[in-house]
T-cell receptor, first 110, second 110 residues
Framework: DAKTTQPPSMDCAEGRAANLPCNHS???????VYWYRQIHSQGPQYIIH?????ETNEMASLIITEDRKSSTLILPHATLRDTAVYYC???????????WGAGTKLIIKP | DTAVSQTPKYLVTQMGNDKSIKCEQN?????MYWYKQDSKKFLKIMFS???????INETVPNRFSPKSPDKAHLNLHINSLELGDSAVYFC?????????FGPGTRLTVT
């Protein structure tokens, strides 16, 4: 079973920041938080990952709470192409077998 | 310049047949994977494989077998296909941060 909990769906207006929450209250000290997304009919796409510190790349920012029990993925200026299912996964290493939950279906509205 | 490619994209076949799906990655990654995504859209890991170790998800029937001719390829062989094998199969690879997925192969068993 997945070790994360995410809302099943969210809406966001185009051009606004999309904030996707994830709870992982049983995360262990050596587990990272990974975020992926899957656009309809495509393969999943890696977005970002982090351990303790906040991370930012060209796609998104990842904010991890100090106790590491939850995190938020931020898409700073959402576009229609960001409509996808977003998955939050905890894992010791990307080379491990990932356990996927149901994710959050994010719909960006014009 | 596709990083992870799969062939074929679509595969329609009859029950009882044996089929293969091919996967190639040009990223130089050491670890490759096969995932199954069923009609409910849940992604489940089937295998992970590197030069030294094959890890099999215990729920995968032994009709499924991965075969790696070299580090850049991990093919999936399926014997005696059943209706329940109908799904989208994704290949992925990783080395360090994130897993990189292929576009998927939609298998339909009739």
């Amino acid at each position: 079973d997945a070790k994360t909990t995410q809302p099943p769906s969210m809406d966001c207006a185009e051009g606004r920041a999309a904030n996707l929450p994830c709870n992982h209250s049983t995360i262990s000290g050596n587990e990272y938080v990974y975020w992926y997304r899957q656009i309809h009919s495509q393969g999943p796409q890696y977005i970002i990952h982090g351990l303790k510190n906040n991370e930012t790349n060209e796609m998104a920012s990842l904010i991890i709470t100090e106790d590491r029990k939850s995190s938020t993925l931020i898409l700073p200026h959402a576009t229609l192409r960001d409509t996808a299912v977003y998955y939050c996964i905890v894992s010791e290493d990307s080379n491990y077998q990932l356990i996927w939950g149901a994710g959050t279906k994010l719909i960006i509205k014009p | 310049d596709t990083a992870v490619s799969q062939t074929p994209k679509y595969l329609v076949t009859q029950m009882g047949n044996d089929k293969s799906i091919k996967c190639e990655q040009n990223l130089g990654h050491d670890t490759m994977y096969w995932y199954k995504q069923d009609s409910k859209k849940f992604l489940k890991i089937m295998f992970s494989y590197n030069n030294k170790e094959l890890i099999i998800n215990e729920t995968v029937p032994n009709r499924f077998s991965p075969k790696s001719p070299d580090k850049a390829h991990l093919n999936l062989h399926i014997n005696s296909l059943e209706l329940g094998d109908s799904a989208v199969y994704f290949c992925a690879s990783s080395q360090g941060a994130g897993q990189y997925f292929g576009p998927g192969t939609r298998l339909t068993v009739t």
